[in-house]
């Protein structure tokens, strides 16, 4: 029994870990694939939403007749679909043709050079030229090719249904109730291994330029800083398809049911003792009908929803996976917005800093509930008191910020006098006003003054020298009204980096991360054995797949829509497909950007407390009353047993009085005995 539980445990350890990789290393990748595809934050967010509406699909029915078929068969049938579903994921890579990103410089940067920058457009082409440009154009309009990365992501998400529900109902069913608490906790802990590894390999991709292999990286002209620069997103997809392929193969070797935990006989638990009330659990000869089953569904249903704390438990997990996920998603852009650093360093940071802290949390959470045993409503007050704490911790993170870079025509005036601005008509300026420059291209060039301009051409630059990463333009007129005469007017590539200051602001700003993590990863396990113990036992699967199913419906696929849809609104500069139409954001009102995330985040998370209270105190009473009733039939027992203790007592004096009679008499018939046998 225990080798086969332990052997469950380790594979189904391994099964979190492989999807729990692949989840974290799509979020790593969530900003490549945007610019990879040309998307809008909104759409990516629609993108990384399929996970959660391929479980919505599925999460109800597996949790409930899963309970009742063979639940590791099921687990491992789930991970082979996950596998599919990343190796969909980077189909596109393969189908697609090279990257190619929007400059003003040749690509052909094979020979160090001195040339003219002449501004193009397509009215200036000759007929023929213009005629190939169209076409292309179309081609790569009718091209959609996200749409199997929605479709991957969604196939990923029906395939880790089974595995959550069925895989700890398993462990809560088969092992003693006192370890329960314990291997969860250390199931959870294992699972975020997975995430770090996953943002870690996130960060060695994300240095790897797309095409890495099939393009000569001297030609290269950006950086991974660069918010044109797209790394291997799909090289890590084809390693967590790989992963969770390994991982499913134990599970068809698993038995469907096991003994208990501690019984001293080796034969399985039977049927009807399992405590997810599942009808066949050994494999005989009884076949399920599955419209049998499916009769007691709905009152199951009904029967759970309408308890009071479950249901306002829903609704506080509710708001708190929307602030999560939204977090989640988008936190390596937010560190790469506010902050400037490259999406390869965010991804690294997340993985090495924020998730062991996390692991630590959930581990040590666990430990406490089984140290000193806590009760239903101890787990529930520590789970809110620490996420309340971290809570308030992230209110700090308002005042770690960095201030918009200097963008001519965006984020300051030509002159360098600050002025944000959603206007076209102000990347125009006199000095660039007669290089009939276009407004849509972005090829950021950093001048001596530190202000960054849109394009070499807005700067008013004439002429270039050197190649790739190198190159320096020259002559640049709108360089020269921001410093005195005489100064240098030449530009390099790339955008200007944050002052100084911003790195003090980005330390302060990880601290304040890594420790509102730590602290809120505390409640996480004894929050998570609120909802198995508040209810009864029969029920145990069918709540923490319709928990999933919930937060995953009302938290998992709106969150990362309408959070993307508001860091759309903060974009200052949009990038321009060839078709026309917008494409990803290039640079965003950082102030702007700081302000709606992490206000979403502080008002969806703040309002979740106030079912946790209601929580509380529901429990309380709950059972308070139960241990009044236990209170109520121990004193009667009591009673009872002093009346009874009484009679006894009575019953022994009255027995006492009598007993010399029947002593002597009985000396008395020995003595004539004797008597006459004498």
């Known amino acids: 029994c225990c080798s086969k539980l332990k052997l469950f445990l380790v594979s189904l350890a391994f099964v979190y870990f492989a999807k729990a990789f692949g989840g974290a290393y799509m979020k790593s990748s969530i900003t490549q694939i945007e610019r990879r595809f040309d998307i809008p934050s909104s759409l990516i967010g629609v993108i990384d939403g399929s996970f959660e509406m391929g479980n919505l699909l599925v999460i109800a029915f597996v949790s409930y007749f899963g309970a009742k078929l063979h639940r590791p068969r099921l687990i491992g049938i789930g991970c082979l679909v996950m596998a599919t579903g990343s190796f969909i994921v980077a189909l596109p890579h393969f189908l697609q043709g090279p990257y190619k990103y929007e400059t003003s410089m040749s690509h052909n940067t094979q020979v160090n050079t001195t040339e003219n920058i002449l501004p193009l457009s397509l009215s200036k082409l000759d007929p023929s030229l213009q005629s190939v440009y169209l076409t292309s154009c179309e081609r790569e309009s009718s091209s959609h090719m996200w749409i199997y990365v929605f479709l991957g992501n969604a196939l990923r998400g029906i395939g880790e249904t089974p595995v959550t529900p069925l895989g700890i109902s398993y462990i809560d069913d088969f092992a003693k109730a006192e370890n329960s608490p314990f291997y969860i906790a250390c199931l959870q802990t294992i699972t975020l291994l997975g995430p770090m590894f996953g943002f870690l390999l996130g960060s060695y991709c994300a240095k790897l330029y797309v095409d890495v292999g099939y393009v000569d990286m001297e030609s290269v002209t950006i950086t991974p800083k660069d918010s044109r620069w797209v790394g291997a997103w799909w090289l890590g997809f084809l390693i967590s398809s790989s992963l969770l392929l390994v991982s499913s193969i134990p599970f ?190 972005w090829d950021p060039v950093c001048s001596d003054s530190g202000i960054t301009y849109v394009s070499p051409c807005m700067a008013g630059c004439l002429n270039s020298s050197g190649r790739g990463k190198n190159t320096v333009f020259h002559n640049c007129s709108c360089a020269s009204t921001s410093y005195p005469p005489g100064s240098s007017t030449s530009a390099r590539l790339g955008q200007c980096p944050h002052a100084k200051d911003c790195t003090r602001s980005f330390t302060s700003y990880m601290a304040v991360s890594v420790l509102s993590s730590f602290i809120n990863s505390l409640g996480a396990t004894p929050g998570y054995m609120v909802i198995i113990r508040c209810i009864t036992p029969d029920l145990k699967s069918l709540a923490l797949g319709i928990q999933t199913l919930v937060t995953r419906t009302l938290g998992g696929i709106p969150a990362p829509v309408y959070f993307g849809a508001l860091i759309d609104s903060t974009c200052l500069k949009w990038s321009i497909k060839k078709c026309g139409g917008k494409g990803a954001c290039r640079i965003y009102d950082s102030n702007m950007y700081r302000i709606i995330f992490l206000g979403l985040i502080t008002c969806l998370s703040g309002t979740s407390y106030f079912f946790m209270i209601a929580v509380i105190v529901l429990l309380k009473r709950q059972f308070w009353k139960a241990d009044r009733d236990i209170e109520l039939q121990q004193r009667k027992a009591s009673k009872e047993s002093g009346i009874m203790a009484q009679l006894e007592t009575q019953e022994k004096s009255g027995a006492g009085s009598t007993s010399p009679k029947l002593s002597s008499d009985k000396t008395d018939s020995t003595g004539v005995g004797k008597d006459l046998e004498g």
């Open 252 to 441: 068809w070797f698993l038995p469907r049911s096991l003994p208990k935990q501690g019984d001293e006989t080796d034969t399985p638990t039977p049927p009807s003792l399992t405590l997810d009330g599942a009808e066949s659990a050994q494999s005989s000869n009884q076949t399920i009908k599955l419209t049998e089953i499916a009769k007691g569904f709905l009152p199951s249903l009904k029967r759970l929803l309408g308890t009071p704390t479950y249901f306002l438990f829903l609704c506080a997990a509710i708001l708190k996976f929307n602030s999560f996920i939204g977090l989640l998603t988008f936190k390596a852009k937010y560190m790469e917005q506010q902050f400037g650093q490259s999406a390869s360093r965010a991804n690294f940071l997340i993985g090495v800093l924020n998730l062991p802290a996390v692991a630590v949390g959930i581990f040590l959470g666990g430990l406490l509930m089984r140290r000193y045993k806590l009760s239903v409503v101890s787990g529930a007050q520590l789970s809110f008191a620490t996420s309340f704490m971290g809570y308030l911790l992230l209110l700090l993170q308002f005042g770690t910020k960095c201030d918009n870079r200097p963008v001519a025509g965006l984020t300051v005036s030509y002159n360098g006098t600050q002025s944000v601005s959603y206007n076209g008509e102000m990347l125009f300026s006199d000095c660039n006003r007669d290089c009939s420059c276009s407004p849509n291209e």
